[in-house]
C-alpha cells in the first residue's frame, strides 16, 4: 500500500480513472487524527505567539497611556489655576474701569458742565 503525504494536491484528488477510490483514501487521510494534529497545533502555537507578542504590546500602551494620563491630570491643574488668576486679573481691571467710569460720571454732574479737566480727574483719583 502506497503512502501518501497530506498536501492541498492530495485533498483535490487526482484526475484519472483512480479518482473515486483516491478522492475517499484522500478524505480519510483528511480526517485522520495523526495527520492534522501537529499542523493544527503548529498554527496554534503560531497564533498563541502572535497574541502574547500583542499582550505585551497592549500592555506597554496601557502602562504608558496611565503615565500620560498623571501628566494631563497635572497639566489640567496648571491650566485652571493659569485661568482662575487670568480671571482674576481680568475681573480686578474691570471693577477698577467700572468704578473709575463711575466717579467721572458723578464728577460731571457734580460740576454741572460734563467737562473735567485732567488735573480734576488726578485730584478725584488721589482722593480715593
Known amino acids: 500500500m502506497a503512502t501518501h503525504e497530506f498536501t492541498s494536491h492530495n ?3 487526482p484526475s484519472g480513472p483512480n479518482q473515486a477510490s483516491t478522492s475517499s483514501r484522500n478524505s480519510r ?3 485522520a487524527p495523526s495527520a492534522i494534529k501537529p499542523r493544527q497545533l503548529a498554527h496554534l502555537h503560531a497564533q498563541l505567539a502572535q497574541l ?3 499582550m505585551s504590546d497592549l500592555e506597554n500602551l496601557v502602562r504608558m497611556t496611565a503615565v500620560q494620563a498623571e501628566f494631563g491630570r497635572g497639566l489640567g491643574g496648571w491650566m485652571g489655576g493659569l485661568f482662575m488668576a487670568a480671571s482674576k486679573v481680568l475681573g480686578e481691571e ?3 474701569a467700572q468704578a473709575q467710569q463711575q466717579q467721572t460720571q458723578t464728577s460731571k454732574s457734580a460740576t454741572g458742565d460734563g467737562r473735567n479737566t485732567r488735573r480734576d480727574e488726578e485730584d478725584e483719583e488721589d482722593e480715593d
Open 94 to 96: 474691570t471693577v477698577a
Open 29 to 31: 487521510l483528511s480526517t
Open 52 to 54: 502574547q507578542a500583542h
Open 11 to 13: 485533498l483535490s484528488g
